[in-house]
């Protein structure tokens, strides 16, 4: 089944404790992002990767790092968490950049104390 | 800026009832424009695609429309079914000489009632 993946899907740590979100699809896609979405703010992109080893910032990329060393995987690290990055966070993939529909995973749920 | 706003904000319809939602969007150069379904708790699901040369387009009992002159757009859902409660998201496209650019809407809350 064509899915995108996310690890953990739920995630309570504290401030200062490095993690890493986990983000994989099996659809051969070229292109990969992350978003983080908040009440009334909606969906707002963090990072994009065109393809591997090419990643560029989004909309709101501090305290956000990202790498893309193969082409399924495109995992979330966040060096230092602090509490205003407890959200809710997607990662989507698509075949290329645009107008091809994106499919987005099904979210991880991350509180910081 | 380019933003994209949605309205209402929330609505609550009966079920077999039809409603539309509305997005009006700055976003320029445009794109392409999508209508995303977004169930509680889940990711985001693509409903439609429109690019800037289509003006309407159908999914089921679903149909956007876009007027790319005013930069509006539409989504009309016939005869709704309980399974329409939903978060209904406006996306623009915007081109740069860096790839395309993802706008997003708010999203407009939509509740079914039987």
């Known amino acids: 089944e064509a899915q995108v993946t996310q690890n953990p899907r739920y995630l309570i740590t504290v401030t200062g404790k490095k993690l890493t979100v986990t983000c994989s699809q099996n659809?051969?896609?070229?292109?990969m992002s992350w978003y983080r979405q908040d009440p009334g703010l909606g969906l707002r992109q963090i990072y994009y990767s065109m393809n591997v080893e090419v990643t560029d910032k989004g909309d709101v990329p501090e305290g956000y790092k990202v790498s893309r060393k193969e082409k399924r995987n495109f995992p979330l690290i966040l060096e230092s968490p602090s509490p205003n990055q407890t959200s809710l966070y997607f990662c989507?993939?698509?075949?290329?950049?645009?107008?091809?529909?994106?499919?987005f995973g099904p979210g991880t749920r991350l509180t910081v104390t | 800026k380019n933003q994209v706003e949605q309205s209402p904000q929330s609505l609550i319809i009966l079920e077999g009832k039809n409603c539309t939602l509305q997005?009006?969007?700055?976003?320029?150069?445009?794109?392409?424009l999508r209508w995303y379904k977004q169930d509680t708790g889940r990711g985001p699901v693509s409903l439609t695609i429109?690019?800037?040369?289509?003006n309407t387009k159908s999914n089921g009992r679903y149909t956007a429309t876009l007027d790319a002159d005013t930069k509006q757009s539409s989504l009309h859902i016939t005869a709704s079914q309980l399974s329409d409660s939903a978060s209904y998201i406006c996306?623009?496209?915007?081109?740069?000489?860096?790839?395309?650019?993802?706008?997003f809407g708010a999203g407009t809350i939509l509740r079914v009632k039987s």
């Open positions: 996306v623009v496209s915007a081109r740069s000489e860096y790839g395309n650019k993802l706008v």
């Open positions: 659809m051969n896609h070229e292109y």
């Open positions: 989507a993939s698509s075949p290329g950049d645009s107008p091809y529909e994106q499919y």
């Open positions: 997005c009006n969007y700055t976003v320029s150069p445009f794109s392409n």
């Open positions: 429109m690019t800037f040369s289509e």
